[in-house]
């Protein structure tokens, strides 16, 4: 599990529930049923509304990356991208074919399997940036279901309130109730902004992240396997790769062999 997602959403509704009980609040006087409904009802109304159905069939894999750990090893594929420069200076590009069955990487399996197949350094570059670019399309649409009901939740929140005060406003008469009905009018509004600020703008953001993760490996694949069908030094072909990284991650990254 993504301990980060569920640690902040955690933290963020159990400092609202800690807030409320500070101040003296009850609880079930936060819980407005009708206001839950509208927020619900509308934001997933109006996300449906913009977004096509091959879209949406893919939010609920993207609400499980969202909350469980996706792990990248880059310095391992560093590594292995070094290795195989190694190899083809030594015994040739086509020598690198028989690693193919033992690369589980997709994209990089492909990247190896388009300079051992002799394909154009413009063309293997070509081919493999149009692929991260589909996949940045992709996970940018898919992320864009939460970024828009995080902007559609506090819309709802006050076309909520709007309803509840045009019902309190049409029973004015019974003014013993009235301060409860108003404030109970108000939940939807909380229900919206909380909504929002805590489950969907993050968890949209955190699916960005996620993706540009994933891009940064598979645009340090596209340089290392362009690296190897020119013929750099395996050296040069590490010092180029590790610029992609950290300090702390470049460490871990061999650079020993010159060959």
């Given amino acids: 599990m993504d301990i980060t997602t569920i640690f902040g959403i955690s933290l963020a509704v159990g400092g609202m529930i800690v807030g409320i009980l500070e101040e003296g609040g009850n609880l079930l006087a936060y819980v407005g049923v009708s206001a839950f409904i509208i927020i619900a009802c509308g934001t997933v109304g109006a996300v449906i509304t913009s977004f096509p159905l091959s879209t949406l069939s893919k939010a609920p894999r993207l609400l499980i990356i969202a909350f469980t750990e996706q792990k990248y090893d880059i310095t391992k594929t560093i590594n292995m991208l070094v290795g195989f420069s190694e190899k083809a200076r030594r015994e040739g590009i086509l020598s690198l074919e028989v690693e193919l069955t033992n690369i589980n990487d997709p994209f990089l399996k492909q990247g190896v399997q388009l300079i051992v197949d002799g394909t154009e350094p413009a063309l293997v570059r070509d081919i493999l940036e149009t692929k991260i670019t589909t996949i940045e399309e992709r996970h940018h649409s898919g992320a864009g279901i939460f970024e828009a009901a995080g902007g559609f939740a506090p819309t709802m929140g006050i076309i909520g309130t709007v309803l509840g005060l045009i019902n309190v406003l049409s ?41 540009k993760k994933e891009v940064l490996v598979k645009s340090i694949i596209v340089e290392g396997v362009l690296s190897i069908e020119s013929g750099d030094n395996p050296r040069i072909v590490a010092q180029k790769l590790i610029s992609f990284l950290s300090q702390s991650e470049a460490k871990n990254v061999n650079v020993s062999s010159g060959k």
């Fill in 171 to 211: 029973n004015i008469s019974d003014a013993a109730s009235l301060a409860a009905s108003i404030a109970l009018a108000f939940i939807a509004t909380l229900y919206g902004v909380f909504s929002a600020n805590v489950i969907w703008i993050p968890i949209g953001t955190k699916l960005k992240n996620k993706s």
